[in-house]
């Protein structure tokens, strides 16, 4: 047979063969003809045989092929008259009187046909012609297509029904849908284990299951609320975080939908995306830190013991925490800060160990308690106790707090505070056995010249002014300069010569740009002086010209100096003339 072009790669009438085959009996008995239902593949679908034994090869040259090419019906009333039928190969063997055709349309194009195959006797049954045949075959056709639709609309919503269940198994908040009284209709596998629950708990009621004021409300008092934070706990399971709760209508009745978001799903997204997850050991190593401190982070940073960070610089300090953090298996998990200071002694515990503290924030990340030696004993005492057991609160292992890796630093000599009754012993000495040294960042001059280095390129770029760069006396000068304790001065210092300054800049730029070198007290003692050598030279009559060029600065400088230190004597001269 030839290749028919109607071909497809499947058929709808073959979705519901049952429903086909059917149809092909009532058309049979009601027509008292023999009936063929076939797709748009020309293969059948469904048939019923009363008279003939039909055959089983069909082409684009019958009349049912037809009928599909055409899309249209098609009534053949004496096959032997017919020009159709006597170019089939089957003509002379064929017992078939009459024949009608129609096609099965659906959402607007062909599906398939309905063939009518009558005996010679011409017995139509309760019809009167083969017209009244083919508007019968034409009717159920149209049936046939709303039969196909239903069935279309039962698969699309069992399919759409099995899509929204696996995307609420992809969702990580806890999801269940009851009805007006509380009773569970579904929920999602996160909601399961959220409260270690059975898996199937269809019929149950949530109220029951799940004793909260906010649930029972909902039932009651049809209060409907979203992102409300509560906290509650069934068993050993504790919930902290946010409850939604929507009112919701489907297939004509009410249903109640709640959403149960845990805490640390919201801020492990939010620390992720948080500030200083770039700083990494290896950024810091040989500027802020020396190699062996780098290793010792790196080699504190892989274990999950509490470290304690003790350097003389808070920033450094800092820096070194997230450090730590981002080398550790938790990066990922980001950072809670924490700033201790007692003045906020009415919240500051509240603060730290409630269901909605920093500790049940920092679940399954780090928390860094920054300047812990202000921290006031009862809290030393308390968080000493989470170090031993894990736990902040009630609730067992799943309590607030728990899986929490804690960072300190400090500036002070803890040991010495311990010794003194102003820190707890007991901590400290926990605390003491994974500490990070950190040396002063003006103690090293090879670390103070690296971060001259990188700061000077770095500001180059920034401000695209290339052709700047400290000659060596002006290094010099900033290596040996009083730094004070302040890293960030390195920076200001460097931003300020680069941003202000043009080609090679000297010692002397850096004093014209009102860098100083020494303690304000040595700059007094300097500037008076360099003062008394100015007017001596004035009162001895040399030219500015000369003065720069014995002090060694430009003209423009000891414009500025002369001003002052209020030695215009020009002005004065040119006055008594």
Request: charged content about 30%; glycine content about 8%.
């Amino acid at each position: 047979m030839e290749k028919n072009p109607l071909m497809i790669n499947q058929t709808l009438l073959k979705t519901i063969p049952d429903s086909v085959k059917r149809f092909a009996e009532v058309i049979a008995r009601t027509a008292d003809a023999d009936v063929r239902i076939v797709d748009n593949n020309l293969s059948v679908a469904g048939e019923a045989v009363l008279y003939y034994r039909l055959s089983a090869s069909m082409g684009l040259d019958s009349v049912i092929g037809q009928v599909l090419a055409r899309q249209k019906r098609l009534l053949v009333e004496d096959r032997r008259q017919s020009e159709l039928c006597r170019s089939c190969r089957s003509h002379g063997d064929c017992e078939i009187c009459s024949m009608a055709g129609v096609p099965v349309f659906f959402e607007g194009r062909v599906i398939g046909a309905i063939a009518l195959f009558f005996p010679a006797r011409r017995a139509f049954g309760m019809f009167r012609n083969l017209e009244a045949a083919a508007d019968f075959a034409a009717q159920m056709a149209e049936l046939l297509a709303e039969k196909l639709r239903e069935s279309d609309e039962l698969a699309r919503a069992r399919r759409e029904s099995g899509e929204r269940e696996q995307v609420l198994e992809c969702v990580e908040d806890g999801v269940v849908c009851t009805d007006p009284a509380g009773e569970i209709l579904s929920c999602n596998r996160a909601f399961v284990s959220m409260f270690g629950l059975k898996e199937s708990l269809r019929g149950e009621n949530l109220q029951m299951l799940l004793s909260h004021r906010m649930i029972r409300d909902c039932f009651r008092k049809k209060t409907m609320f979203r992102n409300l934070k509560i906290a509650l706990e069934r068993g050993m399971h504790s919930f902290y975080g946010f409850l939604s709760c929507r009112e919701i209508l489907t297939g004509g009745e009410k249903r109640l939908v709640f959403c149960f978001r845990p805490m640390d799903h919201i801020w492990t997204a939010a620390n992720q995306a948080g500030s200083g997850s770039l700083v990494t050991l290896e950024w810091c190593r040989d500027w802020l830190f020396t190699e062996e401190t780098a290793d010792r982070a790196k080699a504190l940073a892989a274990t999950l013991l509490p470290v304690l960070i003790c350097g003389p610089e808070r920033c450094v300090n800092e820096m070194a925490a997230k450090a730590v953090c981002n080398y550790s298996d938790r990066s990922g998990m980001g950072i809670v800060p924490v700033y201790c200071n007692n003045l906020y002694r009415e919240f500051f515990e509240q603060f730290l160990f409630s269901s909605f503290g920093e500790l049940q924030r920092a679940r399954g990340g780090t928390l860094v308690l920054y300047d812990v030696e202000n921290l006031p004993f009862y809290l030393q005492e308390r968080l000493l106790d989470f170090m031993k057991t894990g736990c902040a609160g009630s609730g067992g292992p799943d309590g607030a707090g728990s899986g929490v890796r804690l960072i300190f630093t400090t500036t002070k000599d803890l040991k010495a505070l311990a010794g003194e009754g102003l820190f707890l012993e007991k901590l400290y000495y926990r605390l003491e056995k994974n500490r990070l040294l950190l040396d002063s960042f003006y103690g090293d001059r090879a670390r103070l010249a690296a971060a001259l280095d990188l700061g000077e390129a770095f500001y180059r770029s920034r401000y695209e002014n290339e052709p700047v760069a400290l000659s060596r006396s002006a290094r010099q000068w900033l290596l040996n300069k009083d730094w004070g304790e302040d890293p960030n001065e390195v920076d200001k210092i460097l931003e300020k010569i680069v941003r202000n300054g043009g080609g090679t800049v000297t010692d002397r730029d850096l004093a014209a740009m009102g860098i100083r070198r020494f303690k304000e007290t040595e700059v007094s003692a300097i500037s008076d002086l360099e003062r008394e050598r100015i007017a001596g030279l004035l009162k001895a009559g040399c030219s500015k010209v000369e003065i720069a060029r014995l002090l060694g600065i430009g003209r423009a400088t000891l414009y500025r100096k002369m001003a002052e230190y209020e030695l215009d004597y020009g002005r004065k001269k040119k006055k008594q003339k």
